[in-house]
C-alpha cells in the first residue's frame, strides 16, 4: 500500500510555481521522500528526493516540513512541458511504492 | 551515455501464453528492479536484483519470475498470462542496491532511472 497521499489533479498557468503538496503521516525517521513525474506512456523520470532538510535542484525545490509528515514539490515557473502526472513515494527499503500522483495540467 | 533499455517496445500475446522481458541497465549499475503498471494505476514493484541475486519481491504470483545475468542484464518472465497482465512493464536501474548494512543512504547513488517501457497486451 501507498504510504503518501496526493490530490487527483491540479491546474498551472504557464509560467506560474506550481506546488504540489504530499500527506506522508506514517513515514519513518530513515525513509526518503521521492518526487517522480511521468509524461503519458514514458518511464518515470526522477526529479528530487529529500529526507528532512529542504532540497533544490535544477528542476524543482523540495520543502519537507518540520515533523515530515508533508512535503511539497515545487516547479517555480511551469512550462507546458510540465504537464505530467507526479509522484510522491516513500521508499520502502530497495524499492518505490506509487501512489496514484497528482497529474498536472499546465495551460497557456 | 545510453539510459536504460528495453525490448520489446510493444508485445501483444494470447491468454495463457508466457512472454519475456528484456532490459539493459544504465552502464555501470548492478541494480534492477522492475514494475508493472496497469493503465491508470501507478507502478507497482514486482522485483529486485542486485549483484544477480533476487534481494527484494512485491506482491505478485509465481507465474511472475526474473533473472539477472552477469552483465547486469536483466529478464523478466510471465507464465500463463492472464488479461490482467496487460500493462507498461517498467526497467529501473540504480548504481548499487541502495543499503550499506542496512543503512540508506542518500545522493545520486540511490536514485532509480527508469527505461521506455513495454507495452504488454494480453488478448
Known amino acids: ?103 498536472l495540467s499546465v495551460k497557456p | 551515455d545510453a539510459g536504460v533499455t528495453q525490448s520489446p517496445t510493444h508485445l501483444i500475446k494470447t491468454r495463457g501464453q508466457h512472454v519475456t522481458l528484456r532490459c539493459s541497465p544504465i552502464s555501470g549499475h548492478k541494480s534492477v528492479s522492475w514494475y508493472q503498471q496497469v493503465l491508470g494505476q501507478g507502478p507497482q514493484f514486482i522485483f529486485q536484483y542486485y549483484e544477480k541475486e533476487e534481494r527484494g519481491r512485491g506482491n505478485f504470483p509465481d507465474r511472475f519470475s526474473a533473472r539477472q545475468f552477469p552483465n547486469y542484464s536483466s529478464e523478466l518472465n510471465v507464465n500463463a498470462l492472464l488479461l490482467g497482465d496487460s500493462a507498461l512493464y517498467l526497467c529501473a536501474s540504480r548504481d548499487r542496491q541502495g543499503s550499506l548494512f542496512g543503512r540508506w543512504t542518500s545522493g545520486k547513488y540511490n536514485e532509480q532511472f527508469f527505461g521506455p517501457g513495454t507495452r504488454l497486451t494480453v488478448l
Open chain 1, 1 to 103: 500500500d501507498a504510504k503518501t497521499t496526493q490530490p487527483t489533479s491540479m491546474d498551472c498557468a504557464e509560467g506560474r510555481a506550481a506546488n504540489l503538496p504530499c500527506n506522508h503521516s506514517t513515514i519513518s525517521g530513515n525513509e526518503y521522500v521521492y518526487w517522480y513525474r511521468q509524461i503519458h506512456s514514458q518511464g518515470p523520470q526522477y526529479i528530487i528526493h529529500g529526507l528532512k532538510n529542504n532540497e533544490t535542484n535544477e528542476m524543482a525545490s523540495l520543502i519537507i516540513t518540520e515533523d515530515r509528515k508533508s512535503s511539497t514539490l515545487i516547479l517555480p515557473h511551469a512550462t507546458l512541458r510540465d504537464t505530467a502526472v507526479y509522484y510522491c513515494i516513500v521508499r520502502v527499503g530497495g524499492k518505490l511504492i506509487f501512489g496514484q500522483g497528482t497529474e
